[in-house]
T-cell receptor
Framework: GENVEQHPSTLSVQEGDSAVIKCTYS??????FPWYKQELGKRPQLIID?????GEKKDQRIAVTLNKTAKHFSLHITETQPEDSAVYFC????????????FGAGTRLAVHP | DSGVTQTPKHLITATGQRVTLRCSPR?????VYWYQQSLDQGLQFLIQ???????AKGNILERFSAQQFPDLHSELNLSSLELGDSALYFC??????????????FGPGTRLLVL
């Protein structure tokens, strides 16, 4: 069935360290993989996305990699800062659902000064 | 600000009642999506509308219904409310909602508390 697994559920790092969050998806026809950042009580905000014709995408301190064969994609945050602390959600689109997104369960990232 | 608006911001009601949540998409967007976020469930897709027509359904309860109007705003109706319906309800919009690779922009959400 339609499923996105996300690990870890919580991640604690020191300021300046890197953080990596990993997701796997079930539908091999998925072609769009966004990452959202959500602060407490706020809306999910898109931070980066990748489409299936690309293996990696970077935007300043944030990068996403996609391995279509293994059905894995990952978020990499370098030089973390306290303001990076939030819950991060990965998602994958599903072929039968137009633009329907299935979300992972989320990763709570804490960056300690 | 994503350009997606939702009202009301907060809603407190009692079990058995019915409420309506409203969403206005970004200017020019034709697709609207509804998601439910409970404490222990993450973001769950409920339903998608495109230009007034239902396009995709998720795990939406029969007590819930939605529609999209000619001006493209959407309403999510929740009836016979139960304690477990307490959650954040988000609306998102995208340009067309087809092809499976469009960015979705989220509104600020409506926090529903059922007592």
């Amino acid at each position: 069935g339609e499923n996105v697994e996300q690990h870890p559920s919580t991640l604690s790092v020191q300021e300046g360290d890197s953080a990596v969050i990993k997701c796997t998806y079930s539908d091999s026809a998925s072609n769009y993989f966004p990452w959202y950042k959500q602060e407490l009580g706020k809306r999910p905000q898109l931070i980066i996305d990748i489409r299936s014709n690309v293996g990696e995408k970077k935007d300043q301190r944030i990068a996403v990699t996609l391995n279509k064969t293994a059905k894995h994609f990952s978020l990499h945050i370098t030089e973390t800062q306290p303001e990076d602390s939030a819950v991060y959600f990965c998602a994958a689109s599903f072929s039968g659902g137009y633009n329907k997104l299935i979300f992972g369960a989320g990763t709570r990232l804490a960056v300690h000064p | 600000d994503s350009g997606v608006t939702q009202t009301p911001k907060h809603l407190i009601t009692a079990t058995g009642q019915r409420v309506t949540l409203r969403c206005s998409p970004r200017s020019g967007d034709l697709s609207v999506y509804w998601y439910q976020q409970s404490l222990d469930q993450g973001l769950q897709f409920l339903i998608q509308y495109y230009n007034g027509e239902e396009r995709a359904k998720g795990n939406i309860l029969e007590r819930f219904s939605a529609q999209q109007f000619p001006d493209l705003h959407s309403e999510l109706n929740l009836s016979s409310l139960e304690l477990g319906d307490s959650a954040l309800y988000f609306c998102a919009s995208s340009a067309r909602g087809t092809g499976g690779s469009e960015t979705q922009y989220f509104g600020p959400g409506t926090r529903l508390l059922v007592l």
